[in-house]
Nanobody, 122 residues
Framework: VQLQASGGGLVQAGDSLRLSCAAS????????MGWFRQAPGKEREFVAR????????YYADSVKGRFTISRDNAQNTLYLQMNSLKPEDTAVYYC????????????????WGQGTLVTVSS
């Protein structure tokens, strides 16, 4: 599966932004999907994960209550709705696909998009 993330941009603290991840191929609905982010000079970190059916989601504590991961299997698209953005959310955001029930480790995801930059100004 090939992934293409989009929707990043420059916003102010408190604003909202929605990221999208378009997937190619017919197997999108068989993969659990995740969002990760990497800030300058920092390691890539887990943000959120959704199961293949969309029935279950899981979030990092730092974004819980502010971010919502969702998917549309008919449109082969993954989303990340980000509300109440903070400067510390500034990072390149990556979408990823993994088989089975991957968790928060990036090594559990086999396929990655190219990343989209989110910059939150204070």
């Amino acid at each position: 599966v090939q992934l293409q993330a989009s929707g990043g941009g420059l916003v102010q603290a408190g604003d909202s932004l929605r990221l999208s991840c378009a997937a190619s191929g017919r197997t999108f609905s068989t993969y659990a999907m995740g969002w990760f982010r990497q800030a300058p000079g920092k390691e890539r970190e887990f943000v959120a994960r959704i199961t293949s059916s969309g029935a279950s989601t899981y979030y990092a504590d730092s974004v819980k209550g502010r971010f919502t991961i969702s998917r549309d299997n008919a449109q082969n698209t993954l989303y990340l709705q980000m509300n109440s953005l903070k400067p510390e959310d500034t990072a390149v955001y990556y979408c990823a696909a993994g088989g089975g029930f991957p968790g928060r480790s990036w090594g559990q995801y086999a396929y990655w998009g190219q990343g989209t930059l989110v910059t939150v100004s204070s």
